[in-house]
């Protein structure tokens, strides 16, 4: 079945660092894919998406790149703020299916630090 | 424009008891989805639901829970007889319809329950 793995955190960077918070993924077709980030005590809000394979979502100085051959779609930002401190999570919609049906990773939380 | 609105944020439950919580979708949503975050675990869905009509409910567990959205006011995730295994935060997204391309789906701050 589909699933998505995305690497373990906590995550703890200084200000201005580089991010990359790996995801993989397993589906049969051709899935959306996305990345949410839920600020604590929010609840979460899509920051990027990419819908077919090469495509590049981009958000607030996030990227990620749909890579088919690779079947992964990996956060990266050039200079993390403070601000930026949350919970990540990847996530995918199945080609085809239910419109509900959003498999996330487990979350990934980043700590910045001034 | 009001987001979702979840209700309420915190609930404590003992076992046996009965927990509802409460998703009020953005304003002009007519599709609510509800998922479930285990401790240390992603989000899990567990059913999607137009006004007065289950979609899919393949992810909701068979038996004690039940999820509704009736014509008028919020839609109701209903669980009986509580377990500690219940314990869990629970997400409630709304999107609006429409054919062809999939909508996006905004999400609520979530319900934490806690069954002692």
């Known amino acids: 079945g589909n699933s998505v793995t995305q690497m373990e955190g906590p995550v703890t960077l200084s200000e201005e660092a580089f991010l990359t918070i790996n995801c993989t993924y397993t589906?049969?077709?051709?899935?959306?894919l996305f990345w949410y980030v839920q600020y604590p005590g929010e609840g979460l809000q899509l920051l990027l998406k990419?819908?077919?394979?090469?495509d590049k979502g981009s958000n607030k100085g996030f990227e990620a790149t749909y890579r088919k051959e690779t079947t992964s779609f990996h956060l990266e930002k050039g200079s993390v703020q403070v601000s930026d401190s949350a919970v990540y999570f990847c996530?995918?919609?199945?080609?085809?299916?239910?419109?509900?049906?959003?498999?996330f990773g487990k979350g990934t939380k980043l700590s910045v630090k001034p | 424009n009001a987001g979702v609105m979840q209700n309420p944020r915190h609930l404590v439950r003992r076992r046996g008891q009965e927990a509802r919580l409460r998703c009020s979708p953005m304003?002009?949503?007519?599709?609510v989805y509800w998922y479930r975050q285990l401790p240390e675990e992603g989000l899990k869905f567990m059913v999607y639901?137009?006004?007065?009509?289950?979609?899919?409910e393949s992810g909701m567990p068979k038996e004690r829970f039940s999820a509704e959205f009736p014509k008028e006011g919020p839609s109701i995730l209903r669980i009986q007889q509580v377990v500690r295994g219940d314990s869990a935060a629970y997400f409630c997204?709304?999107?609006?319809?429409?054919?062809?391309?999939?909508?996006?789906?905004?999400f609520g701050p979530g319900t934490r329950l806690t069954v002692t």
């Open positions: 997204a709304s999107s609006h319809g429409t054919s062809g391309s999939v909508p996006e789906q905004y």
């Open positions: 589906a049969t077709g051709y899935p959306s």
């Open positions: 990419a819908t077919k394979a090469d």
């Open positions: 996530a995918l919609r199945g080609y085809g299916g239910s419109q509900g049906n959003l498999i």
């Open positions: 304003k002009g949503h007519s599709h």
């Open positions: 639901l137009q006004k007065e009509n289950i979609i899919d």
